[in-house]
């Protein structure tokens, strides 16, 4: 079986109008009407092929094909990703991976073979998390990580709750997939990275997930006049506050692997004639040894704790905003990974996501894995995001061989 290329591409451009900006890029922020117009653009495509369409509690979006005679309780294959994006998006980003499944179902279903098991192709909300927080909502839900009275009452900028733009556009339903017997999950994304087109490798063999962990950090001292105070006499929170990030920024050549980032600092009054009273900043840390980022969030606590220093009126405090375990995925997916891009005639490259996906959250539930493609300069969450239409093509057809060794599709056949 093969992908019809020129149906895929057609159909990520469709989908890429949906929510396109003036100035370039695509904007579907979760449980927004743009993100809801995606969603049904993925539900009407379901439809069409006779899969039985299925939406849970917080607008989790399923289409189920079951295996020849009907419904089974055991051992169905999910694949998907997202439709959701960031502020001002790419095309690809979650969008290829659910596009890619529905190309991948739709040549099953017209191919007139059946699995001995049920193929579910997945599409789960608010990945990106930019809107509403926690990211990975829609997989967290799923996993049983998340109740359904924290999706609801989760809230953006505005004060709009999930709850309240659920029930304005009529987003969620009641279904479950408890009886299909899921064991398996496999996701194709772009890498974000550019560790793929650094090596010239066609397809990433993904393994696992690097965890992260999330901190916010308060530096608090003393505001007064920048022309009036000397040095030796200031509290400033500034000053203080950029000797710590660039203490914190040394851990990373203290512990290999570790990528730290001080992605967000705000200075306050943040006037160019006032010693700066308080600031505000996060560290973001991550890791794919479990050991090894807790060992790192050890050393952050530490290095906070020693720049606290109430004596001379500076005072730091710190708390924890996220937190995601590593994960490695199954071998017997990473396998079939490997094994279709080998068919395929394919170089494939193992490697760890640096990012976090829905496929790390449902590893902790099912047998998890993933495919990556090449993004040219490692660009993502931006307009400039970008695979060829080669590589997307490989990384469809990789999926689609990928799903069929994991059916069961006969060697001889494939």
């Known amino acids: 079986m093969h992908i019809d290329a020129p149906r895929l591409l057609r159909r990520l451009d469709d989908l890429a109008a949906i929510g396109a900006l003036p100035e370039g890029g695509v904007q579907r922020l979760a449980f927004s009407d743009e993100d809801l117009a995606g969603r049904n653009w993925v539900q009407y495509h379901l439809e069409a092929l006779g899969l039985q369409v299925r939406i849970d509690e917080v607008g989790n979006l399923f289409g189920v094909l079951y295996p020849e005679g009907g419904p089974i309780d055991a051992g169905a294959i999910m694949f998907g990703s997202h439709t959701d994006t960031v502020g001002r998006a790419g095309r690809l980003d979650g969008s290829l991976g659910v ?13 007139g073979w059946r699995p ?27 996993a049983g990580d998340l109740s359904l009275e924290a999706v609801r009452e989760a809230r953006d900028r505005n004060g709009v709750s999930v709850g309240e733009e659920m029930d304005r556009l009529d987003y969620a ?81 203290e512990i290999e692997g570790l990528r730290l980032t001080i992605g967000s600092m705000t200075w306050y009054p943040n006037l160019i004639n006032v010693i700066p009273d308080r600031v505000v900043f996060t560290v973001d840390a991550r890791h794919p040894d479990p050991a090894t980022l807790e060992d790192a969030e050890n050393r952050i606590r530490s290095l906070c704790t020693a720049a606290h220093r109430p004596e001379k009126g500076l005072t730091v405090a710190w708390k924890p905003l996220a937190r995601v375990a590593p994960c490695s995925f199954a071998s017997g997916v990473v396998e079939a990974v490997a094994d279709a891009i080998d068919r395929e005639g394919l170089t494939g490259h193992r490697m760890i996501s640096g990012a976090g996906h829905d496929a790390h959250i449902l590893s902790r539930c099912y047998r998890a894995g993933m495919i990556f493609i090449p993004s040219r300069g490692g660009v993502s969450h931006h307009p400039d995001e970008y695979s060829t239409d080669e590589q997307i093509i490989h990384g469809a057809q990789v999926l689609l061989r990928s799903i069929l060794s994991l059916a069961d599709y006969p060697t001889s056949a494939s």
């Open 173 to 253: 339903g009641k279904d479950e997939l408890t009886d299909l017997g899921i064991d398996t999950f496999l996701e194709l994304h772009i890498e974000q990275g550019p560790v793929l087109e650094t090596l010239n490798r066609h397809v990433g063999i993904v393994t696992g997930v690097q965890g992260l962990s999330w901190f916010e950090v308060t530096v608090e001292g003393a505001s007064n006049h920048a022309g009036t105070t000397p040095m030796d006499l200031r509290r400033d929170a500034g000053k203080h506050a950029a000797d710590l990030a660039a203490r914190l920024r040394i851990l990373t050549d």
């Open 99 to 111: 596009v890619a499944a529905l190309e991948a179902l739709e040549v099953i279903v017209t191919s």
């Open 116 to 142: 001995a098991r049920p193929l579910v192709l997945a599409s789960f909300v608010n990945e990106e998390g930019v809107r509403y927080m926690p990211d990975m909502m829609g997989s967290l839900f799923h």
